[in-house]
Every structure is written in structure tokens, then in C-alpha cells.
């Protein structure tokens, strides 16, 4: 059999990680300002994770949600606590499609509507609704395209304000700094807007936190930057440091029907087992305060160098968007093969940054000698 072809690939095989270093079958270390997609929260194997890991693994992988797991419970009490959030409640899924596809199905439970508002270039996943509610044609199949959404333009509140107020939208989904769309920010106004605007009309109000969320904007979550507090946040891709794991946290005037939502593999032993250290390395490391010092040192510098091909620099925290004149095709090339750095990318001109959150200032430092280096 082979793989069903997808995805285009770097001929790489990475073997191994450190930190914010992985090295591939031949030896090469590469630096990782990409984290796998923002994925690796407090660095590869972290040796407090690995063993939490292998400890839960020796003694317990996996229980169906049939049966109290005591480690749920812990995690919800400690998430809760560290993001703000200690009177909302958990649901754990699996991937970042999972938690906004349960977030857009439990509201439309509550407020029985249909409608969901999204952003132009929003990216909420790949299954049915998260597709749907994702602004880009190309990945939504005919079956996905039931006219749900209506995706309107970043902080254009007006534009917003027209559509709410016809009282029939269910939900509004927003990433409020957008990854896949470039890095680009809601502004406080515009949230507090949209906040006003749902409890009036009772449309709940979704923050899409998989990417921009768990630390990496240099806060817990990015909308605490802007001054709102959504009914429903979702989370993914650094809550277990890259075991396939996500949570919906959701607003105490949401009541659970049981039956009503349900999961096979979600919140299973490992996957908790896996959060709590993510957890525990966070605040003894103070990643969240790491994610804001570094980033804004390695945003300043990238601002401040007067680096050809650079237009604009923007994001907050470790969330960094470099917006270039040229694609970025062959400059991200160039510095995984020449620099063997790892970066992301976003439309056809933005180089994307998402390092695990440990990296350090001599790192990114690092990074921008190598990044000169292809400028030039
Ligand atoms: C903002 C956002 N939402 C949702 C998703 C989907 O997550 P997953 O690929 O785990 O389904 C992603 C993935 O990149 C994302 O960046």
C-alpha cells in the first residue's frame, strides 16, 4: 500500500528532538521555529513529560469515558486555574477540528439556529462544520457546502453588526490572532463589539484558541489581550505537547444533557496524563512569560534590523508573522536546506513563526543570523 499523497514534503526524515532542536536520520540538527504547526508546547521531549508519559503508560493508556478518570478531573481544576477560567467546564476531544466542531453543534443545541458568522481567511479545521466555517473553497467538498457561514472581514464591526442583528446567527467563530490567515489581530474594540452584540441577540460567541492559545501569545489565551471573555473557547495542538489531544472549555450558563456530546478516545488516561505535565512545565518554567519576553525581543529585532524582503512584522508573544514582498517559497526553502531552520508559512508572502515556547533569546538571536543569511 502507499500513502494517499497530500501532503508536499521536505525530503526529511526527522528522527529526534531537544528543546527547540530536531535532527533527522542523517544527523543534521535543525533549529525549530515552527514547533510541527505550533504543536510543541514546552519543547521536545521534555524529560518530565517523557516520564509522566511512560509512567501513565505502564500503569493505565486507556479507559473509555464509561468510568470516572480521576486525571480528567485534575486537569480540568488545574487548567481552569491557570488560564482564569475555574468556573467554566471541560469537554475533551482529540484534534482542533473535534473541539470546534463540538463548540458550533452545542450551540446551535442551546439557540436551535443554524447561522454561523466566520472570518474572511479563517482556518477552523477540516471536518463537516469546522470546514464549512474555514474560508477557504479549495478544501470544502460539495458535501461541506450546506450555507451555514457567512465569513465577513476582520474587525470591520459594522459589517458584522448587519448580520447579527438579524437575530438568526447561531454562532460566531473567531480566531483573534489569525494563523493560517497571516498573523493578523483582532482589535480590543472590535471583540468588545462582537461581545455586546452576541449577549443582545443570543448568539454565542466561540474564540478559536488552538493556535493562538495555551501561552503562545505570550498570555493564556490571545483574546485575554483584548479585554472579552468568550462562552465557549476552543483549545488543541500545545495542550499534550503533540499527543492528539484538545478541550472545548464552555461557559457555566451551558447546561450538559448527557448523551448530548460523547467521544470514543477523548480525554483518554494518556492524553491527560500528557496535559498535566504540559501544565506542570509551564508554570515551573514560566513558559507563558517566556513566550511574551522572547517573542517580543525576536519581534523587535525583526522589526529593527531593516531586513530586505521584509514589509511587516507582526503577532504577539511567539506567534510571529513575517510578511515579505517576495513569495516566501524559496526563502523558507533555503532555510531549512541551507540554514536548517524550520519555519511555517501562510498564503503565498508570510513566513509563519510558532516555536515551542521554551526558546530562548541566544536561539532566536540564532534564528536571525540564519534568516540574514538567505535575505542577503
Ligand atoms: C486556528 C485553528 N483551528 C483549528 C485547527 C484544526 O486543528 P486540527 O488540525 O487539530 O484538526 C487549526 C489547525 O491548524 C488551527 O490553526
Request: net charge neutral; proline share 3%; glycine share 10%.
Amino acid at each position: 500500500m502507499n500513502l494517499f499523497d497530500v501532503y508536499p514534503l521536505f525530503d526529511i526524515a526527522i528522527e529526534s528532538g531537544k528543546g527547540c532542536k530536531v535532527w533527522d536520520d542523517k544527523g543534521q540538527e535543525y533549529l525549530d521555529l515552527y514547533g510541527g504547526h505550533a504543536v510543541i508546547s514546552v519543547g521536545h521531549c521534555h524529560p518530565h513529560y517523557v516520564e509522566c508519559m511512560t509512567k501513565q503508560l505502564n500503569k493505565l493508556g486507556f479507559y473509555s469515558n464509561s468510568v470516572i478518570n480521576p486525571l480528567q478531573q485534575e486537569l480540568a481544576k488545574r487548567l481552569g486555574k491557570i488560564c482564569g477560567y475555574e468556573d467554566y467546564q471541560l469537554f475533551l476531544i482529540n484534534s482542533g477540528a473535534e473541539a470546534n466542531e463540538n463548540a458550533l453543534k452545542l450551540a446551535s443545541f442551546t439557540n436551535g439556529r443554524t447561522r454561523v458568522l466566520s472570518l474572511e481567511k479563517a482556518f477552523h479545521g477540516r471536518t463537516s462544520l469546522a470546514v464549512e466555517a474555514t474560508a477557504n473553497p479549495k478544501i470544502i467538498a460539495p458535501i461541506n457546502a450546506n450555507n451555514h457561514v457567512t465569513y465577513l472581514p476582520l474587525n470591520d464591526l459594522e459589517a458584522w453588526k448587519k448580520e447579527i442583528e438579524k437575530g438568526d446567527v447561531c454562532a460566531v467563530i473567531i480566531e483573534c490572532i489569525q494563523g493560517v490567515g497571516g498573523i493578523r489581530m483582532a482589535s480590543s474594540e472590535f471583540m468588545k463589539g462582537l461581545r455586546a452584540l452576541c449577549d443582545q441577540y443570543g448568539t454565542v460567541l466561540i474564540c478559536d484558541e488552538i493556535q493562538c492559545g495555551y501561552g503562545r501569545s505570550g498570555k493564556f489565551f490571545a483574546h485575554q489581550h483584548l479585554g472579552v471573555k468568550p462562552d465557549m473557547i476552543t483549545v488543541a495542538k500545545g495542550i499534550a505537547n503533540g499527543f492528539p489531544m484538545s478541550g472545548l472549555l464552555i461557559a457555566p450558563k451551558f447546561k450538559p444533557v448527557y448523551g448530548q456530546l460523547g467521544t470514543t478516545f477523548g480525554g483518554n488516561h494518556l492524553a491527560c496524563a500528557g496535559a498535566l505535565a504540559v501544565l506542570d512545565i509551564m508554570e515551573n518554567e514560566k513558559l507563558i512569560e517566556n513566550a511574551a519576553e522572547v517573542g517580543n525581543y525576536l519581534i523587535n529585532r525583526l522589526k529593527s534590523e531593516n531586513l530586505p524582503h521584509v514589509v511587516e512584522v507582526r503577532g504577539k508573544g511567539l506567534m510571529i508573522g513575517i510578511e515579505l514582498d517576495v513569495p516566501y517559497k524559496e526563502i523558507r526553502t533555503r532555510l531549512v536546506k541551507e540554514q536548517h531552520c524550520f519555519t511555517g508559512c501562510s498564503g503565498t508572502n508570510v513566513l509563519r513563526l510558532l516555536s515551542p515556547l521554551c526558546l530562548t533569546i541566544s536561539e532566536a538571536d540564532d534564528f536571525i543570523e540564519r534568516f540574514k543569511k538567505v535575505l542577503a
